[in-house]
Structures are given as structure tokens and as C-alpha cells.
């Protein structure tokens, strides 16, 4: 995704960054927290933190998707340490996401079969649902994911690929189509 050069930002600028990249930091925090308004006060916080630390933002050293997705994992564990808890909840929360909307007869058919699929998720470790968050809610790159954890990319491969094996493992057959 091609974005103006945050070093040179004015307040058109960082709006068009804002615009580029709101979605896919509010999907990726609504997968990590239960409540949408809580989503929203962290998503609202990650973009206040990246206005208030773009001048300590080098393009030489990365791209600019992992450093505000780094931002956005601080934000949700700074969240998480306030409320002591350290586990990923929310996997409930896929029907959620900010752009979708299914029609009630798709909910209805896609229930049973997203149940499956959150059980199935809720086996997997915290690392690994982080990962698979990065890579399935927010569209980033193995690239960007490593980056932005501080993995290898592949490293961050041989996660998604094991954990999307033992999530084919988890589910039936029919459901197993990821």
C-alpha cells in the first residue's frame, strides 16, 4: 500500500494515512479485545500515539505498516496489563469486524460453522492467534508480521503454516477449508 511520506506530514497527510490504514488496525485490535468500544478506544489511541511519534519514524529502517502495527500490539498490551489479563480473548468477535456486514440469512447458515471455527482457534497459543491476526484480519505481509514481532519471516511462515495445519487437525472436514 503506498503511502505519502509520513516524514513530511501535514494534517492532509496524516488523514490519508489515517484513511489507509484504519481498517485493517481495527480489525486486528477487534480480534484482540471483547468490546467494540474498547476497540475503538484503543484503535483511537494507536492513531494518537502514531501522530504524536511520527518524527521518530525512519523509512530506511522498515516499512510503515509494521511500525504502526507495532504501535497498535503495544496499545492492546498496555490495555491487557491495566486489566491484568494477559490472554488473548475475543475470538468470538470475527462477526464484528469493522466493513463487514452479512445479511442475516449468511449469519444464520455461518453460525455453526464459525463456532467450530472460534473453538478451533481457542486451541491455538496467544502467539500464534497473534500471528494469524496479523496475517487473516489485517491483510499484512509475512514481512510486515515479523517486523512488527520482531520474528524472522520465516519464522512467522512456519507459524501461520503449523497453526493453520493444527486448525485443519481441529476441525472437521467439511469446515477444514481455510
Known amino acids: 500500500m503506498e503511502i505519502p511520506d509520513p516524514t513530511d506530514c501535514g494534517p492532509e497527510t496524516f488523514g490519508r494515512m489515517y484513511d489507509a490504514y484504519f481498517a485493517r488496525v481495527y480489525n486486528y485490535i477487534r480480534m484482540r479485545v471483547r468490546d467494540a468500544g474498547t476497540a ?16 521518530s519514524y525512519d523509512a530506511q529502517e522498515g516499512d510503515f505498516a509494521p511500525w504502526l502495527f507495532g504501535i497498535a500490539r503495544n496499545a492492546v498490551n498496555d490495555h491487557y496489563r491495566r486489566l491484568s489479563l494477559w490472554k488473548f480473548t475475543g475470538l468470538d468477535l470475527f462477526e464484528n469486524l469493522a466493513g463487514r ?21 481457542a486451541a491455538l ?3 500464534e492467534r497473534d500471528i494469524l ?11 510486515e508480521i515479523a517486523s512488527a514481532t520482531g520474528l524472522g519471516e520465516s519464522n ?7 497453526a493453520l495445519e493444527r486448525l485443519q487437525t481441529l476441525l472437521p ?4 477449508r481455510l
Open 40 to 55: 475503538d478506544d484503543i484503535t483511537s489511541t494507536v492513531f494518537e500515539r502514531a501522530l504524536d511519534k511520527l518524527h
Open 156 to 162: 512467522v511462515a512456519v507459524i501461520i503454516f503449523r
Open 125 to 127: 497459543d496467544d502467539r
Open 173 to 176: 472436514r467439511e469446515e477444514a
Open 133 to 143: 491476526a496479523m496475517k487473516f484480519s489485517s491483510g499484512m505481509k509475512n514481512r
Open 101 to 121: 456486514d452479512p445479511s442475516p440469512e449468511k449469519s444464520a447458515a455461518d453460525g455453526e460453522s464459525r463456532e467450530m471455527l472460534l473453538a478451533a482457534l
